[in-house]
Every structure is written in structure tokens, then in C-alpha cells.
DNA sequence: TGTCGTGTTTACTT
DNA sequence: AAAGTAAACACGAC
């Protein structure tokens, strides 16, 4: 599912819901996840509150009335999901917390669902800065220590956009999108993209990822709100997934699929000339 | 029915 | 620093 617009998405759908509840108990499947909290700390979280819901990069994070912290990565295939009374456990379900307003006895799960359990979540005593660089929502405009890292190195521009470790947020969809818009080749060397285009690099970060998160995110396959909402931005791409069609800008090339550092990437040969 | 290629991510190894 | 590999599952093409 996410790329940090579809993070966000969740996050505002899921942050009034949650923001209140106290746990009643939290149960884990026994198939292993990415990274994990011990059954001591899944304890050690019964009666607390949720205090508020935010996200760095890609990472989802609950904070407690007691600062302690819960940070989520969401992997390929993971999501959470409201699961309405009597129905049954859902496949591939990893966690289920059992929640309660704090004068009710009803009693609310929400579940955490990941086919390829390429996520994990992780527990903090108090509030933690994830381990990536400037969220690319606004942050990486300025905070500008990335743009010296970029500009020393030789890997591609769409790779070095995939680095979380640089600026947290952007994945394979967005990256593309973002060459595009700004008429750049996806595999130009970090260190001969032109001053001109860096600046304009700056702001079109958190341009794309903001537009992609006002239109839903993106459902490719697997990604889909709690309450069920689903992305919309595909098909409103420039380029991602669209090999083989005529680009959108210049009507007149046909977009290519090519693989750099292994992930396939899409642009417009004559719109994204390298300089 | 079976095999192959592809995929929204990233942590670890070379 | 950069490049490659592995993790687990679903789905469509052939
Ligand atoms: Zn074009």
C-alpha cells in the first residue's frame, strides 16, 4: 500500500477515531513481521490512551497518554482495518487491537493486515524521531542538508528520491511522477542535476505528495482506507504505469518503462532529457 | 494445472 | 558509497 500520500491518507482518516480510545488488549498472529514488540510491551499498553496519531515519511505513529509510542511501517501489502462486529478473522490478519471509549464498555477492533508481512511495528518508552532524514511534506524544503548528499553522489535522481535516509516519504509511484513534472531523465546522477532544477525540485516534492494525498493516495492492488476508502491518483498519473501510452505533456512520444536500482521507472523520453 | 514475471518496501550483505 | 539480495504472497499471462 504506501507511499507517505497513502500514510497520510490513513492518517487523517484514522486519527479522530482513534484519538481517545484506550486498549483493552492487543493480539498477535504468530507469523513473524518485518520487526515486532515483545508481548512485555504489548501488555505494558493495556488501559492506555491514544493521545494522537501523526507520520514521519512512511511511518505511522500512536502516542499514549503516557508518551509512550507505537511506529508503524506499512511495507507492501500491509493496512489496518475496522473490523465490524461479528464478522471473522480476515486473512493475513498480524495484529488485532481490541479498543473502548473511556466510559463504554463497547468495544472496537482494529486490525493490522499484511499479506507479505513486509511491515513491522516497533514500541517506544518515549517519543522517538524515526531513523529517516526530512519528511517530504514541507520539511525538506527547510531543512536543506539532503541537497548536500544529493548533489555529492553518483546514483540516479529517482533512486536517491526512493532514499528515506534523504528525504522520507516519496516512493516508487511518486518518484516517477516527480521526474515528470519537473521534465527531468529519472536516471541523471544525483550529482549533475543543475542548480536550476534543485530548486525547483524543492518545492515539487511536497507539491506531488500533497496532490496525491488530496486525491486518495494510490490503489494499485492492496491499499485501502480502514473504513474502506480507496486511492485515486493512478489514474491521474503522468507517466506511472502508463508504458507504451503517448505522453500527457507533449502528446507525441510514447512513455517508456526502464529499471533503475531494480524498480521499474516511467518517463517521457523527450519530455525528461538529460541536460 | 503449472511456471514465470511482476509488485506500493527496506534491511542486510557484499 | 553503491549495488545486489532476500523476505512472502497474489495475480495475470501463457
Ligand atoms: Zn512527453
Request: aromatic share 10%; glycine share 8%.
Amino acid at each position: 500500500m504506501p507511499e507517505g500520500p497513502e500514510v497520510e491518507v490513513l492518517r487523517r482518516e484514522i486519527e479522530p477515531e482513534l484519538v481517545g480510545l484506550q486498549v483493552v488488549k492487543i493480539d498477535r498472529s504468530n507469523k513473524a513481521l518485518r520487526f515486532d514488540v515483545s508481548y512485555d510491551e504489548m501488555n505494558q499498553l493495556s488501559q492506555k490512551t491514544i493521545k494522537a496519531v501523526t507520520r514521519v515519511g512512511k511511518v505511522l505513529i500512536w502516542r499514549f497518554n503516557t508518551a509512550e509510542e507505537l511506529h508503524f511501517m506499512l511495507g507492501m501489502t500491509g493496512r489496518f482495518d475496522w473490523r465490524y462486529s461479528d464478522t471473522a478473522a480476515e486473512k493475513h490478519e498480524h495484529i488485532c487491537f481490541t479498543l473502548k471509549k473511556a466510559q463504554s464498555v463497547v468495544h472496537e477492533q482494529l486490525v493490522f493486515v499484511d499479506p507479505r508481512r513486509f511491515g513491522g511495528w516497533r514500541y517506544f518508552a518515549r517519543p522517538t524521531r524515526p531513523s529517516v532524514g526530512v519528511d517530504g511534506f514541507g520539511e525538506q524544503r527547510c531543512d536543506l542538508g539532503w541537497i548536500d548528499r544529493l548533489v555529492a553522489s553518483s546514483r540516479a535522481l529517482k533512486e536517491l528520491l526512493l532514499d528515506q535516509t534523504l528525504v522520507a516519504g516519496i516512493g516508487n509511484i511518486y518518484a516517477s511522477e516527480i521526474c515528470f513534472q519537473l521534465g527531468i531523465h529519472p536516471a541523471l546522477p544525483g550529482h549533475q542535476v543543475p542548480n536550476s532544477m534543485l530548486e525547483r525540485l524543492i518545492p515539487m516534492i511536497d507539491a506531488v505528495l500533497f496532490d496525491a494525498a488530496s486525491r486518495g493516495g494510490s490503489t494499485l492492488k492492496d491499499y485501502r482506507t480502514p473504513r474502506g476508502r480507496i486511492g485515486r491518483f493512478p489514474e491521474l498519473a503522468g507517466v506511472y504505469g502508463r508504458a507504451g501510452s503517448p505522453c500527457p505533456r507533449c502528446q507525441q512520444s510514447e512513455i517508456k518503462r526502464i529499471f533503475i536500482g531494480q524498480r521499474a521507472s516511467f518517463f517521457c523520453p523527450q519530455c525528461q532529457v538529460m541536460p
